[in-house]
């Protein structure tokens, strides 16, 4: 089955502790990105990778790290957790956005005390 | 202004009627449009993309007018299953051609019985 898996989906931690949000794709999709959705902002892009080894910012990249050193692995690394990255987390991965279809992973809901 | 304008809602109709959202955006250099639908704590999915002549899909018809910078969703026979929030999102190509897919914040419907 076609998918994109997030894990884990539902995460508890305390401020300053290091924690990554995996995300794997299994349709061989060159392009993948993180969201974040917060109510009344929607969702906003953190960062994003054209292929392996290529990753770039988006709209809010502060706090948050990213790598992709194969092609259907992006993980999400918060390297000191703040309170404010409370939210809810999306992977999504595409054959390229020229195409317009992004399939989203089914989310990881972060709460940072 | 937002890159993406959506009125966020709720829509509250009762089943059977016709309800219609519309979207606008500010960049003219947008080339390519869709129509996403988030469930409640679900992950966004692609609904359909919006064509320059328009499109229809089922109960569901989608119009582009480049010239206003809008795009609209109107959906008829509304059912229960009907209810959710709905994504628009715009492809832009900024520099360098990449692509950008920005998500408005939602326009969310509630279906009546």
């Known amino acids: 089955e076609a998918q994109v898996t997030q894990n884990p989906r539902y995460l508890i931690t305390v401020t300053g502790k290091k924690l990554t949000v995996t995300c794997s794709q299994n349709?061989?999709?060159?392009?993948m990105s993180w969201y974040r959705q917060d109510p009344g902002l929607g969702l906003r892009q953190i960062y994003y990778?054209?292929?392996?080894?290529?990753?770039d910012k988006g709209d809010v990249p502060e706090g948050y790290k990213v790598s992709r050193k194969e092609k259907r692995n992006f993980p999400l690394i918060l390297e000191s957790p703040s309170p404010n990255q409370t939210s809810l987390y999306f992977c999504?991965?595409?054959?390229?956005?020229?195409?317009?279809?992004?399939?989203f992973g089914e989310g990881s809901r972060l709460t940072v005390l | 202004r937002k890159e993406v304008e959506q009125d966020p809602g709720p829509f509250n109709v009762p089943e059977g009627a016709t309800v219609a959202f519309n979207c606008t955006y500010s960049n003219s250099a947008s080339q390519s449009f869709f129509w996403y639908r988030q469930d409640c704590r679900k992950e966004p999915k692609l609904l359909m993309s919006?064509?320059?002549s328009g499109n229809e899909d089922g109960r569901f018809t989608a119009q582009l007018n480049r010239a206003s910078q809008y795009i609209s969703l109107l959906i008829r026979d509304s059912k229960l299953s009907d209810s959710a929030t709905y994504l628009c999102?715009?492809?832009?190509?900024?520099?360098?051609?990449?692509?950008?897919?920005?998500f408005g914040q939602g326009t969310t419907l509630q279906v009546k019985p």
């Open positions: 999504a991965s595409s054959f390229g956005l020229s195409a317009g279809e992004l399939f």
């Open positions: 990778s054209m292929n392996v080894e290529v990753t």
């Open positions: 349709m061989n999709h060159e392009y």
């Open positions: 919006v064509y320059s």
């Open positions: 999102v715009v492809n832009h190509y900024g520099s360098g051609n990449t692509g950008k897919l920005i």
